[in-house]
């Protein structure tokens, strides 16, 4: 059992930075796959950004591809976000599934968190 805990939204200005935190709890947090998705009002969440497990490879969806960066520690994985758009606002959730492979779509995913919001002003 994997329970998670998003943070570091808020409220920023376009052409700002943010970094968000998924803490985790649970053992053996290392051999899970870990992804960022993201959801705006009326719309469906989306893959933002993933990693695998076991020093997996790191995926990130094309509208956010060179401006954000995801990395891991022992139980945290941080989404570092730059040169933020006023469409980045959205609320942010991690989700974590146990192996190396980075699902891109929702049901590919076992826990989520409770979501961090990012508000970006133009």
């Known amino acids: 059992q994997v329970h998670l805990v998003e943070s570091g939204g808020g409220l920023v200005q376009a052409g700002g930075s943010l970094t968000l935190s998924c803490a985790a709890s649970?053992?053996?947090?290392?051999?899970?796959?870990v992804g960022w998705f993201r959801q705006s009002p009326g719309k469906d969440r989306e893959f933002v950004a993933g990693?695998?497990?076991?020093?997996?490879n790191t995926y990130y969806a094309e509208p956010v591809e060179g401006r954000f960066t995801m990395s891991r520690g022992d139980a945290t994985v941080y989404l570092r976000m730059n040169s933020l758009r006023p469409e980045d606002t959205a609320e942010y959730y991690c989700?974590?599934?146990?192996?190396?492979?980075?699902?891109?779509?929702?049901?590919?995913?076992?826990?989520w968190g409770q979501g961090t919001r990012v508000t970006v002003s133009s």
């Open positions: 990693i695998g497990g076991r020093g997996g």
């Open positions: 989700a974590a599934v146990r192996g190396s492979e980075v699902p891109t779509t929702l049901k590919g995913w076992d826990y």
């Open positions: 649970g053992s053996q947090f290392s051999r899970y796959a």
